[in-house]
């Protein structure tokens, strides 16, 4: 190569995306720390094995189920379920220190008075799944308002996990969550145990909240 020219392929680097594969496929994930029981599928990881390999793509550890990844290597039809990311839900990053890169908890505080809090999963920087809630110190209640999946994120659990973290802020809190419209919005609600309503707080409503 003469010096000077560019190298074949045009200029190197830019933005970290992952919209290439160079960091893996996205993979399922559950909220939790350690290493589990169980599998995706309920099977015992003691009985054949598994492994703890690293996820480029979230910066996260994982977990490999060794007999779910045999069963899927020799029927093709099945879904991918062997290896999952777990995700510490008690770790939260305010927005202005929030990492870059990998998957991460993002908390955008609500102002008193103001709008409620906004909680979201962001992925290199970009918001994955974001959730609404309202909560109150007062009479120790918690509404989880809104939960928002990025279409070329569900089904891997990402909703669940921000459920999760949700109520990890605030566990001894009266939870709430509304039934929602919409068919793809209902069928995630429909997974939540927790009741769509409650006693209103008053104190919201005295803030002017509704």
């Known amino acids: 190569m003469t010096a000077g020219q560019p190298a074949v392929g045009g200029p190197v680097g830019g933005p970290r995306s992952g919209a290439r594969g160079e960091y893996g ?14 599998c995706l599928r309920g099977e015992f990881l003691v009985y054949y094995g598994m492994t703890r390999p690293f996820s480029h793509r979230y910066r996260l550890h994982c977990t490999l189920c060794e007999t779910c990844r045999r069963v899927e290597a020799c029927d093709p039809s099945e ?5 999952w990311a777990q995700l510490d839900v008690t770790v939260r990053h305010l927005p202005a220190a929030a990492p870059e890169q990998g998957l991460v908890l993002v908390a955008h505080p609500a102002a008193a008075g103001a709008e409620p809090e906004r909680t979201e999963l ?8 974001t959730a609404t809630v309202s909560c109150c110190a007062a009479c120790r209640t918690a509404s989880l308002d809104y939960v928002h999946v990025v279409a070329a994120y ?3 659990g990402y909703g669940r996990t921000l459920v999760a973290a949700a109520h990890a802020g605030a566990p001894q809190y009266r939870w709430t969550a509304p039934l929602p419209d919409g068919v793809v919005a209902q069928a995630f609600r429909a997974r939540i145990q927790y009741p769509k309503t409650g006693a209103p707080c008053v104190h919201r409503e005295h803030r002017g909240g509704h």
Request: aromatic residues 0%.
């Open 25 to 38: 496929d996205l993979i399922p994930l559950r909220p939790g720390t350690g290493i589990p029981a169980k």
């Open 79 to 83: 879904g991918r379920l062997s290896e």
């Open 122 to 129: 962001q992925l290199d920087g970009a918001a994955a799944t």
């Open 154 to 156: 569900r089904r891997l």
